[in-house]
């Protein structure tokens, strides 16, 4: 529990490095670091140790694995700028989502204040169009009998496929080839989206996803 704590140091610590950096050396080899280190050393932690089971106990040596890619990740969703300057430029945000360890296809679109909530953990094929606002997430907390776990699986979205407005699309699950997740919806950990039906964890047909309002989105 002790290096759980730790690690919620490394956001500051980094920042105060780049910083400093900034500062006695270079501006610009502040901003290399900042978008190189992380997802450089998230790949590295993660081919180390490897990725977390599901389901898995929290605190555990392959949580901290995650939790570690995690604190790297908090500059950026602190400041969602730094990733929507990214975007600005066609093709370089799927570039940078690959060296983080994603594994993103051609021609992926990303629109404006979408997030990825782990980086290094999302398949995406080819023409697929994110929809603003939408998220993906490779992760989700529980607690089941007093012990904390880590729901973790990641998630898929086929080529051509479709994440409308404010939708969300939750650990493990997969959208199939063409599907279109509809705005304002959300896919429970490992739905699936296959020919325009939904399928529950246990593999049933369901149209149980949860659906928000505007107004409260």
Not at 24 to 47: D, F, N
Not at 191 to 217: C, P, W
Request: glycine share 8%.
């Amino acid at each position: 529990m002790a290096l759980w704590i730790a690690l919620n140091y490394f956001p500051f610590l980094f920042s105060a490095g780049l910083l400093t950096v900034g500062l006695i050396y270079s501006w610009w080899l502040a901003v290399a670091m900042l978008y190189l280190l992380p997802p450089l050393l998230a790949r590295t932690a993660v081919g180390l140790w490897g990725m977390p089971n599901n389901n898995e106990p929290v605190p555990s040596a392959k949580s901290y694995v995650w939790w570690f890619t995690t604190q790297l990740q908090v500059p950026f969703m602190r400041f969602p700028f730094l990733e929507e300057m990214i975007r600005m430029v066609p093709a370089l945000y799927s570039v940078w989502l690959r060296l983080w360890g994603a594994k993103i296809g051609r021609y992926v679109y990303w629109s404006a204040q979408m997030l990825v909530a782990d980086r290094p953990f999302l398949e995406v094929g080819d023409r697929v169009i994110f929809g603003y606002g939408s998220k993906v997430t490779a992760h989700l907390m529980t607690k089941e009998k007093g012990e904390v776990k880590l729901v973790f699986g990641i998630p898929t979205i086929k080529s051509k496929a479709i994440l409308g407005t404010l939708s969300c699309v939750g650990p493990g699950a997969y959208v199939g080839e063409g599907q279109t997740l509809k705005a304002t919806s959300a896919m429970p950990p490992f739905y699936r989206l296959q020919d325009k039906q939904f399928f529950d964890s246990n593999g049933n047909v369901t149209d149980a996803t949860f659906i928000m309002t505007h107004e409260e989105a």
